[in-house]
């Protein structure tokens, strides 16, 4: 990633007020770029968004992808440059409660952007960013790599597996696969089970961990041998950025679907996941199986990010116990009351050195 090349680049984030939109703003905000939002009220309270002042460095409309009258307007009238489409309804037990609002967040307002970007003149990079559940799950212990059949057994994955679908078909019909319509290369990314600080979302590890420590009880876990690829929110970010800079400069090479996870050897369980946490928080980290029966959800998901380690040159800087150190800091400054905008552009900061990106030129 080039620091340099998002300064002053007009960079429109749909659903920045979510977890990793949130995480997305701030970095682009650093790098002075600059930043549009679009996107319902923040999802939880307490938020990321409200705590670490997201809003402040950047322009945010409320709005909703749903109304593409509005956010038709809202693109041409600002004629952004670089799109990331990240609003979603992206809880799985959520999908069962309400798959149809999920198909209609995930599935047409997809299609609702695409169709609101492809004539849009500004725009010369969209990302779309859907889910690592978007391959059909067929439980086995292998690595899913883009070319592997996508599928889904729940709402939740089957529209994000339906969203893959609705991008690959404007980009062949409208975008800059063949070559017609707008320039504008649009791919796909599809990582999965972020962690780090300011995530409050229902029905996830970290979050309920979290809940339960300040609750002081236990925490019912559902699937202690489920398997996921646990990685910081900034790892998979950062191939986000990466690869809006590739679309944007070959947009018929880049063009396509991407995975973003962690190294094939970071293979940890739930209990696992849980473990370190104690060992990083201490003995307020407590947890029992539940027995109770629950919707389904997949017990083993690992991505193949090969391609893009050697096409975009991304790999993941931070290991998971890096990723949990660094979010339980994160969590420890909310406890005490500290600056969580500073406390996150620090974090950001630290990734960058990791991955030895330079910041960004300051005037």
Not at 116 to 141: F, G, H, M, P
Not at 234 to 248: F, N, R
Not at 306 to 334: C, H, I, M, Q
């Amino acid at each position: 990633m080039n620091p340099e090349f998002w300064r002053g680049k007009r960079v429109l984030v749909t659903g920045h007020t979510g977890f990793k939109g949130s995480w997305l703003a701030l970095w682009l905000q650093s790098l002075q770029a600059r930043v549009i939002g679009y996107s319902l009220p923040p999802p939880t309270e307490p938020s990321l968004f409200a705590l670490a002042r997201v809003a402040n460095g950047m322009e945010s409309i409320e709005g909703d992808i749903l109304d593409v009258v509005r956010f038709q307007r809202v693109v041409r009238e600002l004629e952004p440059e670089v799109v990331i489409h990240m609003a979603a309804q992206a809880l799985v037990r959520r999908s069962y409660a309400d798959p149809v609002a999920t198909y209609a967040t995930n599935v047409m307002g997809t299609a609702k952007v695409l169709e609101a970007l492809r004539d849009v003149a500004s725009v010369r990079s969209v990302v779309v960013i859907t889910s690592d559940k978007c391959y059909e799950n067929l439980a086995e212990l292998k690595a899913y790599r883009e070319t592997d059949k996508l599928g889904g057994d729940d709402p939740y994955s089957s529209s994000k597996a339906a969203a893959e679908l609705v991008t690959a078909a404007y980009r062949k019909s409208f975008f800059a696969a063949k070559g017609q319509g707008v320039r504008a290369g649009v791919a796909t990314a599809r990582a999965g089970n972020v962690i780090g600080g300011g995530d409050w979302a229902e029905d996830r590890i970290i979050p309920d961990v979290m809940r339960a420590v300040v609750e002081n009880r236990e925490l019912l876990v559902r699937n202690p041998d489920a398997v996921r690829p646990w990685q910081h929110v900034i790892d998979p970010l950062c191939g986000y950025l990466t690869l809006a800079e590739k679309v944007w400069q070959e947009p018929e090479r880049f063009a396509g679907a991407w995975n973003f996870g962690p190294d094939e050897t970071e293979t940890w369980t739930v209990t696992d996941v849980l473990g370190l946490l104690r060992e990083l928080w201490g003995s307020e980290v407590m947890w029992r199986v539940d027995e109770s029966s629950h919707p389904h959800e997949s017990r083993y998901l690992k991505l193949d990010c090969s391609k893009a380690r050697t096409e975009l040159g991304w790999e993941p800087a931070w290991d998971l116990k890096k990723a949990l150190a660094a979010t339980v800091s994160w969590f420890k400054a909310y406890q005490r009351g500290e600056d969580l905008r500073q406390i996150s552009l620090e974090q950001l900061r630290l990734y960058q050195r990791a991955v030895r990106v330079p910041e960004a030129v300051r005037t």
